[in-house]
């Protein structure tokens, strides 16, 4: 199970375990840690990545216009209370009014941003996602001058779960 990698400076890593589960291998760097181990020799190395695209909801120009306009008035409101603070405008003029005058112009500009965006989308991408990656194994390695030691570390680590066995080692160029 063990295979040295090069890392960018030079140093090979070995591998110390392969998992299905990420938090299994967080795990045994966690109990590294636990055992002082310098743990800042260690990585944890996800094989086989995929991009994940999860879909959270259908995109409306309302639902743009509406979290466009949450959008603006946030930075609306910090740039009038920016412009309050600095008494960049009259000092009459208190910081909080000033923010809530640009929260409410940031909210109508953003709105009317948000629905004119998705408007010229003509309609090619009518739902909101939120993008990710996912791993099919996780490998935790570690500098090869360490790597004894951290196996007689995890010597008595309880096996990972039956429903995540590690995968088979695969040759290196």
Do not use: C
């Not at 996800?46 to 259908?58: D, F, H, N, P, W």
């Not at 809530?100 to 948000?114: E, K, S």
Request: charged share 15%; net charge neutral.
């Amino acid at each position: 199970m063990t295979r040295p990698h090069d890392q960018a400076g030079g140093e090979g890593r070995v591998v110390i375990g392969g998992f299905r589960e990420y938090a299994d291998a967080e795990r045994v760097v966690d109990r590294l840690s636990d055992a002082g181990f310098p743990v800042e020799h260690t990585a944890i190395v996800g094989r086989g990545l995929s991009s994940v695209e999860q879909v959270t909801g259908r995109m409306t120009t309302l639902r743009a216009a509406g979290q466009s306009a949450l959008s603006g008035a946030i930075i609306g409101a910090l740039f009038g209370w920016l412009f309050g603070a600095f008494n960049w405008i009259n000092p009459l003029v208190s910081g909080l009014l000033l923010a809530l005058y640009g929260a409410l112009f940031g909210a109508v500009l953003g709105a009317v941003l948000g629905a004119a965006g998705h408007a010229m989308t003509g309609g090619r991408r009518d739902f909101s996602s939120v993008a990710g990656m996912r791993a099919e194994s996780y490998e935790v390695l570690v500098s090869a001058h360490l790597a004894d030691e951290a196996r007689r570390l995890i010597g008595g680590a309880p096996a990972p779960r039956a429903d995540s066995p590690a995968p088979a080692p695969r040759p290196t160029a």
